[in-house]
């Protein structure tokens, strides 16, 4: 049997190339390739310039889906006027209310990505989503988002000299994420200024930060692999075990439900 293949999301920005101006890149930071290449898995990028419409005819072709992070979530999915100014002249992460252009919503980017999860969720494709792609599945599920965390105890944001900060999260026993982590405490790395305010409908919390923030959901539906993270396991699977523990998990339930469907007649 061949190795699943992994539909990754993209991120879409102008990047300076081989000239003084611009180019339009679609790009993938490679540690998300590398994480499921090196876990067994296939991996396909999937622009985001691809119509909505069209996300079904693509999740036919996957094993699995992995939503990954980049820029904000447009709040006017989950109802709200957008607060935050994206600055162009902000080359850092930038403070709160006052962010950089990168991190500006991409509506387009967000209503193809929230077909593209619901294409998948439909046919029981094990789905991981990472940061932003975690947000976005609570946002698709009817949550809704902080735009800017409180700062508490906890550190969720890369400081100004862009030191990524670590932190602990907490795992409810006996939880999906418990069974893939291994572990019911582990340390994670936080890039990010927005996080879950009300849990979508279709959701479960099992991973909590010490400040209460929601830091992994996952599907009530125990047939069903998807689990989302607000932090970053492909930059540190590496450094600690339970991050690689989540892809390896994820590459194994993609070969099942390839196993499954080969063996059975899926809904349409």
Known sequence: MRKPIIGITSNLDSIAATSA??????FVRSNYVN???????????ISSKIESED???????????LLIGGQDVDPRFYGEECLIEYCSSIQDSGVPY??????????????????????????KIPI???????????VAEGGSLF?????????????????IPDHEVLLQENSH????????????????????????????ATGFAKDGLIEIVESP????????IQGHPERSCKQFYEHNSLFSSFIQACIDFRYRSQHQKLPA
């Open 98 to 123: 006052k962010r950089p252009l990168r991190d500006k919503p991409n509506h387009l980017r967000d209503e193809f990505e929230i077909a593209l999860y619901f294409a998948a969720k439909k046919r």
């Open 177 to 204: 994420a418990h069974q893939v982590f291994g572990a019911t405490c582990f340390m994670t790395c936080s890039i990010h200024h927005q996080g879950i305010k009300h849990l979508g409908h279709d959701l479960i």
């Open 128 to 138: 991981v989503g990472i940061c932003r792609g975690y947000q976005l599945i609570n």
């Open 221 to 228: 539906d125990p047939e069903h692999f998807l689990i989302g």
């Open 35 to 45: 994480a499921i290449c090196e876990n067994g898995g296939i991996p396909l990028i």
């Open 21 to 26: 101006s611009h180019d339009e890149f679609v």
């Open 147 to 163: 735009q800017e965390i409180e700062i508490n105890d906890v550190l969720h944001t890369i400081l100004p000299d862009d030191i």
């Open 55 to 65: 996300a079904a005819h693509i999740v036919d072709s996957l094993d699995g889906l």
